[in-house]
């Protein structure tokens, strides 16, 4: 089962994902409710996967990413938002992650759409 | 001897005059700013004057001598203030002296009683610009009265009896209607002057006014429009964190629901709470395109070259986009983004194009757009309310846009926004004139 760490500043938003991604068969091992310890927790319960929100209320997501990226093996970083992806462009792409979800569509099926996509 | 006194005086105050009158117009093409100089080189021009009368007097007898000095000083004291006319009436007096002769007391006091005369009227009377020729002619008479009784006085004191008599015979005519009439009419000379030279102060004032209120107007407009930008961020950022983040908690919220229920298989329950997820899917679209329009993120997050392939990217037609890169102020890429924004609307909706190019230029001061088109033209910037909102948010800026769309030739909208705001300049100072009330103050 994948693990997956869910970092979000929001908890209604964090328990709804838990229930959904663990309907889906993701194991969730962690939440973190802003950019500095989701950091640490990463360090600590090294995810698989990491689902990240680009807006926290320290440090930005795209930025969170990148760290995530240096610090050992790094894991599939899923960035989300409330926005879509219009609103970042070519940020998105840009950076060290797998790839965007809109919050609304966050499911344990678009994760591994993502991980699948050629 | 006493016949030639009256024609040789018409004739002194005719060369007063004239002199004065030549003076005036140089001096009134000279400005200088600095109101103690002004008040020295006053001083020095009519002492020179003085002097010039001086040289072609009434030689009554050796050292005895009359010219219409007195009009000058009187005049001087009235119109120019205390350090012109001591000036003025130093030159004179030391002119007086270089040609000694029995009357120069009793001359030296005449002066000095008329600079006086001139000096304690302008003290008494302060609006000057309104003497009318009748009152500048009982002012002089008023004064040659004085200036007469008291060189008679002098004379008969200081010179042989016979001698006086003579001269204030020959005297008494001319200083009561010669010098009457030569002081109103170069008061006359002087109360237009100062009426002139008010007019131009006024004219400076309010010039420097009206640019102040202009700098000011300018600089509100642009505060205006940095205003509504940040209000529109703020709005953008409020719908994110309100209405956006519940919508998100009520799909998800359904979604899990919907899961649940797939166990116990309710047919209609589940179609109805796909529905709902449906519906609450297409409110946060809508939501997102408002938020978009209203205010952009990745324009203040990216600039505007990412800006404006974000929203060529949404157009369904070609666009080519070519930004050079580089931030401007907030304002400056706010109105650079929506008049792209609203140009590419525009092509889509009227213009029949199958491509279109955007480019925007950054130069050292300015940034210049162009959005092109290949459509069917003949677009009126008239006809639109898009294009004049836009123009009024350019004009803010101090920008400028342009259309120009040939039938059957495509649409080519051109915009120039200054990058570097304007600045109010410091406020400039008005120099203090001389003959006006400043003087009398002192």
Do not use: C
Not at chain 1, 3 to 18: K, Y
Not at chain 2, 339 to 361: C, D, F, G, P, Q
């Amino acid at each position: 089962m994948s693990t997956i760490l869910i970092v979000d500043d929001d908890p209604r938003f964090r328990a709804q994902a838990r229930d959904l991604l663990e309907a889906d068969g993701f194991m969730v091992i962690g939440e973190a409710a802003d950019g500095a310890s989701g950091l640490e927790a990463a360090q600590a319960l090294r995810p698989e996967f990491v689902l990240l929100d680009i807006g926290l209320p320290d440090i930005e997501g795209f930025e969170v990413a990148t760290a995530l990226a240096v610090n050992g093996p790094p894991p599939w970083v899923v960035l989300m938002s409330t926005r879509d992806a219009r609103a970042y462009g070519r940020r998105l792409t840009d950076g060290h992650s797998l790839g965007f979800i809109p919050k609304e569509r966050i499911s344990g099926a678009a994760i591994r759409a993502l991980v699948e996509r050629p | 001897v006493i016949d030639l006194a009256l024609p040789v005086l018409v004739q002194n105050a005719a060369l007063l005059l004239a002199v004065a009158v030549i003076f005036d117009v140089v001096s009134s093409r000279v400005t200088i700013d600095r109101a103690r100089i002004e008040q020295a080189m006053s001083g020095l021009l009519l002492g020179v004057i003085g002097v010039s009368i001086m040289l072609s007097p009434w030689h009554f007898a050796s050292g005895i001598f009359f010219d219409t000095r007195t009009v000058l000083l009187v005049i001087a004291g009235l119109f120019f203030g205390p350090i012109p006319t001591a000036i003025t009436l130093g030159m004179m007096i030391a002119f007086r002296l270089t040609q000694p002769g029995a009357a120069s007391v009793t001359g030296i006091a005449g002066m000095i009683l008329a600079a006086g005369i001139g000096l304690l009227w302008r003290h008494r009377r302060r609006l000057l610009e309104d003497m009318s020729f009748l009152q500048l002619l009982m002012f002089g008479l008023g004064a040659h009265v004085l200036i007469l009784g008291q060189t008679t006085l002098l004379m008969f004191l200081t010179l042989p009896q016979a001698v006086a008599s003579a001269a204030v015979a020959g005297l008494w005519l001319p200083l009561l209607t010669v010098y009457p009439v030569a002081t109103a009419l170069l008061g006359v000379l002087l109360v237009v002057r100062l009426r002139a030279r008010q007019l131009t102060d006024a004219n400076a004032r309010l010039q420097a006014e009206v640019e102040t209120q202009l700098m000011e107007v300018r600089a509100s407009r642009a505060r205006i429009v940095e205003a509504g930008d940040l209000e529109r961020r703020r709005v953008e950022r409020d719908l994110h964190d309100g209405a956006q983040q519940r919508l998100i908690s009520l799909s998800l919220e359904l979604r899990l629901a919907r899961s649940k229920l797939d166990e116990a298989g309710d047919h209609e329950v589940r179609q109805s709470l796909d529905r709902a997820a449906e519906e609450a899917q297409a409110a946060l679209v809508e939501l997102r395109d408002l938020a978009l329009g209203i205010h952009p993120l990745i324009l203040t997050e990216s600039g505007l070259g990412e800006a404006v392939e974000s929203l060529a990217a949404r157009t369904p037609i070609d666009v080519s986009v070519d930004v050079s890169p580089g931030r401007y102020p907030s304002a400056v890429e706010g109105a650079a983004y929506f008049v792209i924004s609203e140009a590419l609307a525009n092509v889509t909706k009227y213009a029949s194009a199958t491509k279109a190019v955007v480019r925007v230029r950054g130069l050292a001061d300015r940034i210049a757009i162009e959005v092109e088109d290949d459509g069917i033209g003949g677009a009126d910037p008239r006809s639109g309310s898009g294009l004049r909102g836009l123009a009024d948010r350019l004009a803010a800026l101090d920008g400028t846009i342009s259309v120009a769309s040939p039938i059957g030739r495509g649409t080519k909208i051109s915009a120039v926004i200054p990058t570097i705001q304007p600045t109010p300049p410091p406020v400039p100072t008005l120099w203090a004139p001389a003959i006006p009330d400043a003087t009398m103050e002192a």
